[in-house]
């Protein structure tokens, strides 16, 4: 069960990687992104998008090697994550609570899937 939430979730970071790298390039798809204030992100929030896929990848990373049951346990994984589970929950909270609507359509189920899958992960 854990190889398919770590298949399941790496998809969708993939997917989430994909759209901010579009946003961070100037693609018109904001609204789906930080809050959906803005069409075309300023280049503050185009930085935060690559410093989100970043952080995507960070995630897939943790999920292989958490899912990969490494002999002895590794605590920082096992730690990590439960953090980002905790950090997928809170992103569902406040993406359904975004003014966005779009944001709220796409970022809201993505952020729930993936705390499904983390926590499949993490007690797995």
């Known amino acids: 069960m854990s190889v398919i939430a770590v298949v399941v979730a790496v998809v969708i970071l993939a997917a989430l990687s994909v759209l901010q790298i579009l946003v961070a390039a100037g693609r018109p798809y904001g609204r789906l992104v930080w809050g959906g204030q ?19 990848v960070a995630f897939a990373v943790v999920l292989f090697w958490r899912a990969g049951k490494t002999w002895p346990p590794n605590a920082f994984a096992d730690i990590a994550t439960w953090v980002m589970f905790a950090y997928f929950v809170l ?11 779009p944001e709220r359509l796409v ?18």
């Open 91 to 101: 992103g569902t909270v406040l993406n359904a609570i975004s003014r966005s609507r």
């Open 107 to 124: 970022a809201t189920p993505a952020c729930a899937v993936l705390a499904v899958c983390t926590f499949i992960v993490a007690i797995g």
């Open 38 to 56: 803005h069409r075309v992100l300023p280049a503050r929030l185009r930085i935060g998008s690559v410093v989100a896929v970043l952080i995507y």
